[in-house]
């Protein structure tokens, strides 16, 4: 198949290239700025530019399904969260329709729930926009993501390190982290699946439900002592989350605070059924190396 992989120069965009390489597709990766020189061709088709479905048509002509792996955590200049969350996907989708392509599109667990998040409300209207445009669209919603590369899953693995932990004490909810390469490998067998055979919507985690804290501690290098992981009262968190989507400083932010505190684990998670193989776990076995679990201690 001829697949156009939308921010395939991304952390999940990397991997869900190579997945679908290896399975023999022809792969053009779409992202801001044009490079024929790369490995994988990379063709100008920026999403916050291109709002409306006849803006995607020319793009579409020569593909055979469609992988959107756009997202932004913050906003900068014309990347809105309406523009790329929104606009631009509902206008993919609609085109996508015309022409009766497969779209799968990467969005994220944890969306039901109220929200005051900016980034929240954008990823569920998107999804929402998206479903209007092309009812039969593939959405896919994994857990956290661990892997070399990513932005948010380096700064956890250093966190991880630390002797001093600071979290907030409402990051109580359950994260079934998943290994980004496998959401690769499962979203290169969604694109391939017969249409009658292929669901509109699909949950995936890691085998293993923990909340931040012990999973910091399986992220953490065999050898180092049980750190002090001290829990940040709530108004304290929520103005270091608005501090960072300031600064742009590190991937916490207040869109993440929320999250934290509520569940980010498949309703059923069909990342076996996908990959013909129980998921990998992330980390190490903290209990193994004598980490389990101590108490947040709570700052006054």
């Not at 929402?128 to 070399?148: K, T």
Request: proline fraction near 8%; include cysteine; charge should be positive.
């Amino acid at each position: 198949m001829r697949v156009l992989v939308l921010g395939g120069r991304g952390f999940i965009g990397r991997h869900v290239v190579a997945a679908l390489r290896q399975r023999g597709h022809d792969v053009q990766i779409g992202g801001r700025r044009a490079d024929a020189t790369a490995p994988v061709p990379v063709r100008a088709l920026a999403l916050h530019r291109l709002l409306q479905p006849a803006d995607w048509r020319a793009a579409l002509a020569e593909v055979d399904a469609v992988v959107n792996c756009v997202g932004i955590l913050r906003e900068r200049w014309a990347q809105t969260y309406a523009r790329v969350h929104c606009q631009g996907p509902a206008a993919l989708a609609a085109a996508c329709a015309e022409r009766g392509l497969r779209l799968v599109h990467v969005s994220a667990l944890g969306l039901g729930a109220p929200a005051r998040s900016r980034f929240i409300r954008s990823k569920r209207a998107g999804e929402q926009a998206l479903r209007a445009a092309h009812p039969d669209a593939v959405i896919v919603r994994p857990s956290l993501l661990d892997g070399e590369g990513g932005f948010g899953a380096r700064w956890i693995r250093r966190v991880a390190q630390w002797p001093v932990q600071l979290l907030p004490g409402s990051a109580r909810g359950q994260i079934a982290a998943l290994q980004v390469s496998e959401l690769g490998e499962v979203i290169a067998a969604l694109v391939a699946a017969p249409g009658p055979g292929c669901p509109r919507e699909v949950e995936l985690g890691g085998p293993d439900a923990l909340p931040m804290s012990e999973l910091l501690l399986r992220l953490r290098a065999p050898g180092r002592g049980a750190p002090l992981q001290i829990a940040l009262p709530a108004w304290l968190a929520r103005i270091g989350s608005h501090v960072c989507d300031l600064l742009h400083f590190s991937p916490f932010s207040f869109g993440h605070l929320e999250l934290m505190g509520r569940a980010n684990v498949p309703a059923t998670n069909a990342a076996a059924q996908w990959l013909g193989r129980p998921p990998a776990p992330v980390g190490g076995c903290a209990a193994a190396r004598g980490l389990a679990g101590p108490a947040l201690e709570r700052a006054a």
